[in-house]
């Protein structure tokens, strides 16, 4: 099985950017398709982003579209989370997720393995 450890998270301010990264080890994550989550204190887990296989297909969540980029490099078995123009309601823990499925889901429960998350905290 892959494990999956994400860094990168911190404090920033409104309109920061930051970069999450997702190192896999245990396994090459171009088995898997590879997502983003992220839980605020009190809501569910929430689907951010996620990226197929082959890099051909992105899906994200409408509140992220067009300020958050996920990619990867298979080559160095690392995910990222290129994340612009963050907000206030972008604070959150950002977890990464690794899923055997054929297609590319927005469910948590698709997903197979699981990082220990970062904190993301943004101020106003």
């Known amino acids: 099985q892959v494990q999956l450890v994400e860094s990168g998270g911190g404090l920033v301010q409104s309109g920061d950017s930051l970069r999450l990264s997702c190192a896999a080890s245990?396994?090459?994550?171009?088995?898997?398709?590879m997502g983003w989550f992220r839980q605020a204190p009190g809501k569910a887990r929430e689907f951010v982003a996620a990226i197929s296989r082959s890099e051909t297909s992105t899906n994200y969540a409408d509140p992220v579209k067009e300020r958050f980029t996920i990619s990867r490099d298979n080559a160095k078995n690392t995910v990222y989370l290129q994340m612009n123009s963050l907000k206030p309601e972008d604070t959150a823990v950002y977890y990464c997720?690794?899923?055997?499925?054929?297609?590319?889901?927005?469910?948590?429960?698709?997903?197979?393995?699981w990082g220990q998350g970062t904190q993301v905290t943004v101020s106003s």
């Open positions: 245990g396994r090459t994550i171009s088995n898997y398709n």
């Open positions: 997720a690794a899923s055997v499925r054929y297609y590319v889901y927005r469910l948590y429960s698709e997903y197979d393995y």
